[in-house]
């Protein structure tokens, strides 16, 4: 079974954007972009909520990962501007199932906070890879919003880059 990865941006304080959606205050120079970039090699499917795409959308940009097969998650937008980026706006839940069980490499959760919190409330994350960032944001888009429950998790690497960012890479614990 293909694992899913919450595989996500955050400041210190644990916000993965400003109130208004932006991250441009996160640093996009150095050695953990170029590991970022490599990372994706290891997936080939990629899952976002409506507002992540939205971001990309405002430049221009309609498939943000053309390597990987794309999905968004939104109940207001019915029509992708991109053949290749599958909407989904019904039975979330049942099609992420389905998307587990194909074939193929892991899966990526690059955002939103509402989509990875209905994911953790169905067991159906199985790693969570944070990319922390030397900021403090003070408020913004949260991480996650209220699962009902604590996740334990299982620390499985960590590398701390000279910008003063970390990845740490953890498993949810059944």
Same mark, same amino acid.
């Given at each position: 079974m293909r694992k899913l990865k919450y595989h996500v941006a955050t400041t210190l304080d644990g916000f993965i954007a400003r109130k208004d959606g932006s991250f441009d205050c996160f640093p996009t120079e150095g050695?953990? %972009?170029?590991?970022?970039? *490599?990372?994706? /090699?290891?997936?080939?499917? %990629?899952?976002?909520?409506?507002?992540?795409?939205? %971001?990309g959308l405002r430049m221009d940009v309609t498939?943000? &990962?053309p390597l990987l097969k794309s999905y968004v998650f939104s109940r207001t937008m019915k029509k992708s501007p991109n053949g290749r980026v599958g909407v989904v706006a019904e039975n979330a839940m049942e %099609?992420?199932?389905k998307?587990?069980? *194909?074939?193929g490499a892991d899966? &990526?959760?690059?955002?939103?906070?509402?989509?990875?919190?209905?994911?953790? /409330?169905?067991?159906?994350i199985d790693e969570v890879i944070l990319k922390v960032n030397p900021l403090l944001l003070g408020s913004g888009i949260p991480l996650l919003h209220d699962v009902g429950r604590h996740i334990d998790l299982e620390l499985i690497g960590s590398q701390v880059y000279s910008s003063g960012v970390v990845l740490l890479s953890y498993r949810v614990k059944k």
């Open positions: 050695e953990h %972009v170029a590991d970022y970039l *490599e990372s994706l /090699k290891s997936y080939d499917a %990629v899952l976002m909520g409506r507002r992540t795409y939205e %971001v498939d943000p &990962y %099609v992420v199932r998307l587990k069980e *194909e074939e899966i &990526y959760l690059c955002g939103g906070a509402e989509l990875a919190t209905e994911l953790f /409330k169905e067991g159906l």
